[in-house]
C-alpha cells in the first residue's frame, strides 16, 4: 500500500509518502505564503528521489483543517486533482487529530494531555485536547484567558503545542500542570497510521464534494491602494 500524505492548514508545508506502513519519504518547508509554489515542487522530488509513478498510489490523504484557509485549500484541491486523476480514494483526517497523534508517537512515555493549537488571529486559536486513546474535548475556536482550560489542569498535565501555542504561554502557563513543547512541528507524516486504518476500513471521502473543515467563514477584506482616485 502507498499513500501520498499532504498537511497545509498551517504555515508548514508538509508531504510524505508512505508505503507498506512506513514513512519512506518526507518533505517540508516554513516558508510563508509558499504553499501552493512548493507543494507540487515535493509531490513531483518525491515521486522521482523513491522511483514511485504516480498510478502506483492506493489513496492520497490530506489533513482536513481547521487552519489557514489559503493553505487548506491549496492541500484539498491538490488532494482531488490527483484523487480524480488516478481514480483513487482522497481520505482526510483532522489537522488537531494528526497534531496530537503525531506528538503521542515523538513522546510514547507520555502520559498526560495534548493540546494542539493553532494561531487565528489577537488571542484566539483553534484547539483541541487529546488523551492517548481520543478526543477530550471537541475542537473549537478558542479566546484564549485565563482559567478556559482550568476544568482539565486541575486534573491532568497537558502539554500544549503548535504555532498558537507560545502567544498562550503568559496566561496559561502559572498552572502548575500546564507544559508547552516549543519544540514540536507539524508533519504530513503524523497523519500516517490514521491514513492507513481508514484506507483498509475504507472510510475515504466523496471527492467531489469533499471540503475542508475551515470552522470560522473566510471573510476577505477590501483591498486598499493609495494613490487612486475615483473618477
Known sequence: ????????????????????????????????????????????????????????LDAVCVSSGPGSYTGLRIGVSSAKGLCYALDIPLLSIPTMQNMATLYYSQHPDYNGLVCPMIDARRMECYTAIYNRNGVVR????????????????????????????????????????ALYNNRFTISAAGMATLAEEKFKNGEKEDTAYFEPFYLKDFVAKKSIVHGLKKE
Open 138 to 177: 471537541e475542537t473549537a475556536a478558542d479566546i484564549i484567558e485565563p482559567g478556559i482550560y482550568d476544568k482539565w489542569l486541575n486534573e491532568n498535565i497537558i502539554t500544549f503545542i503548535g504555532d498558537g501555542a507560545e502567544k498562550t504561554k503568559p496566561i496559561l502557563s502559572a498552572h502548575t500542570n
Open 1 to 56: 500500500m502507498t499513500i501520498l500524505l499532504l498537511e497545509t492548514a498551517t504555515q508548514i508545508c508538509s508531504a510524505a509518502l508512505e508505503k507498506d506502513s512506513k514513512i519512506i519519504a518526507e518533505k517540508h518547508s516554513d516558508v510563508p505564503n509558499a504553499h501552493s509554489s512548493m507543494l507540487s515542487v515535493f509531490i513531483d522530488e518525491l515521486f522521482k528521489e523513491n522511483n514511485i509513478e504516480p498510478n502506483m
